[in-house]
């Protein structure tokens, strides 16, 4: 049944890629994508250079505190991948309606179906740790059985959390548009914030007890800090236990949550409904955007993925602020950063369109207003992250401030870099172009590079032209691409 | 006007639509009847712009649909087979992107959303979601959307899907009105009466081949049938397969 629903994702996906013209090409393209086995081999095999690299810091390592700050970070990864992906992908695949033929078949669990279809694009992911674990097991093998067990809790913990987040957040309908729609969206957000950041919380704790009881360190509780008990076996397999008895109950409830909500969304209605039409004309391209943020604030899942670069702003802002130490170069580093990451908005806002994009076509939307607006679109939550990171580093330093050109043209300059290449083929057809881990981590290249470029002048120069320097040489890189895109 | 030349759309091995060729005044209704899988909404997406044709030729209004599709867009309303419609939006919302993209002017839009909301009564919907309406509301918001730029050309593919009774009615009036000002009209159905009451001349698809051509009295003259139901059957070529079927069916029961 997996099998059969990946295919059919995929076979939906390739209908949209507008890269794919001509009937000899889309079979050929149909064929490729629906091939399970070749497309997790393929990411795979990327994810596993990757793994590789990291591993060889674990073979080197001396001390054993600092192999198990490795493992943590890196568990890291499987797990935020892991929840993204589940986040984003099970509100795409319902709003691709997969399960739609199902629902009439004496199905028990559906959601089951669900969570496979998303579990293969989990592998690569996994199979980034892969090497790590091979290098524990040369150093420690009990240790590394256990490192095993533990990337598979990451993994998981990603996706129940995910799933948990789409059950909760992403199945309610409301019925009707009220005229408290968008506070209750921003409420969702934070709702939303607050679950994904569970697991930050629990890490300041586990620093906290840590700090000021001392003994709690020896048994670091909680996932991924709780990695750090590989080199004890005993109190690792404990550990272990406990979270599997937490998280498995867990992940069979959200299956079932998730299935009931496919089956049956529950709809609530506004006491008093509005009749009149409320006009409200703008450009295309501001309408685009805004229809985009209209349709991603009421698919909350899918905004879990847009607010990607707060998950890797926050933490780092956290720690600083904690500290109470915001350098220049330390505000620097996390604006390119949020910057970068802009590039992983694009899988939401390219999903956003869904099976609507037969409607779409039906307008006179050009392409570059299509690509523009979902540049833009995929912008602003890293813009905002930006500005407040800022406004934040201000309180601590002033000269933070130099930085706002910055933070507000480099998640542009991304987006625009993004979705040039995306949309690098000719003609004017409007669809949504394929975009897989592959992609992504080609484009977090393609735009560090970029990056590279302009943050010459901050490296090399003095004084404060260089922050002025930094942004044009963005701006310009910006308007070459559009206009290569406008071509 | 609607002009199709020699039109070819192949799919892999299979030839959708073949060598097709017809031509819609302004001010005419014309109706696009055939089976299922006979090509009529391929042809239609040929001439909206959304597909490109792999032969021939297709102006509407003097624009070639496949050299300037967006152009094409501009001048046409279609209303699709399927109503994928952004369902996390609602009606009031989708007319203001339509309306924006299409760079409608204001108080148009907001004439023509009114006029249209109340002749489809769908008022009380305007603010809802419209993945919680039901497939004739959806039907209507996607019709709406097709008319809100007030297009020189409609395309319609089964645009009475979903429609209770009331509303076909008042649907068919405003094709009337359209074509009383000078609009040329395309109108894909399985509903045989209903394209006998409406349309000026039918086009016959069969197997991605215009079959046969005219007015629903010059196509019975054709076939030497008098409703046309069997003008259908009988130029189709599947009466005796279809009869054939209904005693098969008689003698199991």
Same mark, same amino acid.
């Given at each position: 049944m997996v099998k059969i629903l990946y295919r059919e994702l995929h076979y939906q996906m390739a209908k949209e890629n507008p890269m794919v013209s001509g009937e000899k090409e889309f079979n050929k393209q149909i064929k490729k994508s629906m091939d399970m086995k070749r497309n997790v081999l393929q990411q795979s095999m990327i994810f596993l250079l990757f793994g590789t690299m990291t591993a060889g810091s674990i073979f080197v390592a001396e001390d054993e505190a600092m192999v198990v700050g490795v493992l943590t970070s890196l568990a890291l990864i499987p797990f935020v991948l892991s929840l993204y992906q589940t986040t984003i992908q099970a509100s795409f695949l319902t709003s691709l309606g997969i399960f739609e033929p199902l629902k009439? @078949?004496?199905? &028990? %669990? !559906? !959601?089951k179906y669900m969570s496979g279809v998303i579990s293969v694009d989990l592998i690569p992911g996994f199979v980034l740790v892969i090497p790590a674990v091979v290098a524990m097991v040369f150093r420690a093998p009990l240790s590394g059985i256990l490192t095993l067990f533990w990337m598979i809790v990451a993994v998981l913990a990603g996706h129940v959390i995910g799933l948990g987040v789409f059950a909760l957040f992403g199945q309610k309908v409301m019925n009707y548009k009220g005229s408290l729609s968008f506070l209750k969206n921003v409420l969702k957000v934070i709702g939303l914030l607050l679950f994904m950041g569970l697991f930050f919380g629990v890490m300041y704790f586990q620093e906290y007890f840590a700090a000021? $009881? !001392?003994?709690v360190a020896d048994y670091p509780f909680v996932f991924p800090v709780s @990695?750090?008990?590989?080199? &004890?076996p005993l109190n690792s397999l404990i550990l272990l236990v406990f979270h599997l008895v937490i998280l498995l109950p867990l992940y069979f409830l959200s299956l079932r949550k998730v299935w009931s909500g496919i089956l049956e969304p529950a709809i609530t209605s506004p006491g008093k409904v509005e009749t009149d039409y409320k006009i409200s004309l703008r450009t295309p391209i501001v309408s685009m955007i805004l229809k985009d943020l209209k349709v991603i604030g009421r698919k909350t899942s899918m905004m879990a993925g847009l607010l990607f670069p707060l998950y890797i702003a926050l933490p780092q802002m956290f720690l600083r602020v904690r500290d109470g130490r915001i350098s220049m170069v330390d505000m620097t580093y996390l604006v390119f950063l949020v910057g970068i990451v802009t590039v992983a908005g694009a899988d939401a806002i390219l999903k956003v369109e869904g099976k609507s994009m037969s409607f779409l076509r039906t @307008?006179? %939307?050009?392409k570059v207003q299509f690509a523009l607006g979902k540049a833009l679109s995929m912008s602003i939550v890293p813009m905002f992250v930006g500005v407040g990171m800022v406004g934040l580093g201000v309180y601590f330093?002033? &000269?933070? $401030?130099? %930085?706002l050109p910055l933070v507000l043209i480099l998640p542009i300059t991304a987006a625009v870099v993004t979705m040039s290449y995306l949309f690098r083929?000719? !003609? &004017?057809m409007i669809g949504v172009p394929e975009f897989d881990f592959k992609k992504m981590i080609l484009l977090f290249l393609i735009v560090g590079v970029v990056f590279g470029v302009v943050a010459l002048p901050i490296i090399f120069m003095g004084g404060l032209l260089k922050y002025i320097l930094s942004p044009l040489i963005a701006i310009f890189i910006t308007s070459i691409l559009y206009l290569r895109l406008k071509r | 006007m609607i002009e199709v030349k020699r039109l070819k759309k192949r799919f892999g091995s299979t030839l959708?639509? /073949?060598d097709v060729t017809f031509k819609v005044e302004d001010g005419e209704i014309y109706g696009l009847l055939g089976p299922n899988g006979s090509g009529k909404s391929t042809t239609l997406k040929i001439l909206t712009g959304i597909l490109k044709p792999t032969f021939g030729e297709v102006h509407v209004d003097g624009i070639n649909s496949s050299k300037h599709p967006n152009r094409v867009k501009e001048v046409i309303g279609y209303v699709p087979e399927?109503? /994928? *419609?952004? +369902?996390?939006?609602t009606p009031n919302d989708l007319f203001n992107m339509v309306g924006s993209i299409r760079g409608i002017e204001h108080a148009q839009l907001n004439s023509r959303v009114n006029y249209f909301v109340d002749a489809f009564n769908i008022g009380q919907y305007l603010h809802q979601y419209i993945g919680t309406m039901s497939f004739g509301n959806k039907q209507k918001v996607s019709i709406i959307s097709a008319l809100l730029h007030d297009p020189s050309v409609l395309i319609m593919d +089964?645009?009475?899907?979903? *429609?209770d009774p009331k509303m076909a009615k008042i649907l068919r009036e405003i094709l009337f009105q359209f074509k009383d000002e000078g609009k040329s009209i395309i109108f894909s159905t399985h509903v045989l009466p209903l394209a006998e009451m409406i349309c000026d001349r039918l086009g016959l698809i069969h197997e991605g081949k215009i079959i046969a051509e005219g007015t629903v009295e010059e196509l019975k003259d054709m076939s030497s049938q008098s409703n046309i139901e069997d003008v259908f059957l009988e130029l189709t070529k599947s009466k005796d397969e279809v009869l054939g079927v209904v005693e098969a069916l008689k003698n199991t029961r």
């Open positions: 009439p @078949l004496p199905v &028990e %669990l !559906g !959601g000021y $009881i !001392g003994t @990695l750090a008990s590989v080199f &004890e @307008l006179p %939307l050009s330093s002033v &000269e933070v $401030i130099y %930085l083929y000719k !003609g &004017e | 959708a639509v /073949d399927s109503v /994928d *419609l952004y +369902e996390s939006l +089964e645009g009475m899907n979903g *429609l």
